[in-house]
């Protein structure tokens, strides 16, 4: 069972990527989902941010408030990593026990970890397969600003508080080239796809 690493920055088209390769029969672990999931209210890792960060980043009906945990995380490096200290292990058990599911029920499936702090956090696992899904920072500070409504203060913060282009393409096997057309993404990743599926 191959198992591919597919990072890249914020607004680099790495989603677009997965839903391609899924469409070809790809097995996709989705590293934000899972955090998501490892996030649930109810859950260990939601109790132990709310104690860390206190009980402002929880909404009223007891989930975790997004947008007030990254007021508080992208502005200070060091809770950032605290936060990372709390949630990185337990996604790594979950994403480890969704690979380890994929591959019992076949053998042969291509897996994908969707995953944006690859550099940060899993750099080292046995991928068979870095791809990295890139497009210059002001490209993709133009659609956060464009396509997600961000100011240009925030676009900036979001790619600052992430790792440099040149840390991630370093540990690429593969680089797809997201800076054009959508189309031209499709085709590097359909490209991919040939080499990586036996025929």
């Known amino acids: 069972m191959p198992l591919i690493a597919l990072t890249g920055g914020i607004a680099?088209?790495?989603?677009?990527?997965?839903?391609?390769?899924?469409?070809?029969?790809?097995?996709?672990?989705?590293?934000?989902?899972?955090?998501?999931?490892?996030?649930?209210?109810?859950?260990?890792?939601?109790?132990?941010?709310?104690?860390?960060?206190?009980?402002?980043?929880?909404?009223?009906?007891?989930?975790?408030?997004?947008?007030?945990?990254?007021?508080?995380?992208?502005?200070?490096?060091?809770?950032?990593?605290?936060?990372?200290?709390?949630?990185?292990?337990?996604?790594?058990?979950?994403?480890?026990?969704?690979?380890?599911e994929a591959g019992h029920r076949d053998p042969q499936s291509v897996v994908v970890y969707d995953v944006p702090l690859l550099v940060e956090a899993r750099v080292d696992d046995p991928w068979d397969l870095i791809v990295v899904a890139h497009a210059p920072a002001d490209i993709r500070r133009r659609r956060l600003v464009d396509l997600r409504g961000m100011t240009d203060a925030e676009a900036e913060g979001r790619i600052d508080a992430q790792v440099s282009d040149e840390k991630r393409l370093a540990i690429a096997d593969e680089v797809i080239d997201t800076s054009g057309s959508i189309a031209k993404t499709l085709e590097q990743t359909d490209a991919l796809w040939e080499r990586i599926t036996p025929r």
């Open 12 to 100: 680099s088209g790495k989603s677009t990527i997965a839903r391609r390769l899924a469409d070809h029969g790809a097995t996709i672990v989705d590293a934000d989902q899972i955090v998501r999931d490892v996030q649930a209210p109810g859950s260990p890792v939601l109790a132990e941010i709310a104690s860390t960060f206190g009980a402002e980043v929880i909404a009223p009906d007891g989930s975790l408030d997004r947008a007030a945990l990254g007021a508080v995380v992208f502005a200070d490096k060091d809770k950032l990593g605290q936060l990372n200290a709390i949630v990185h292990p337990a996604v790594r058990a979950e994403s480890q026990r969704r690979f380890d």
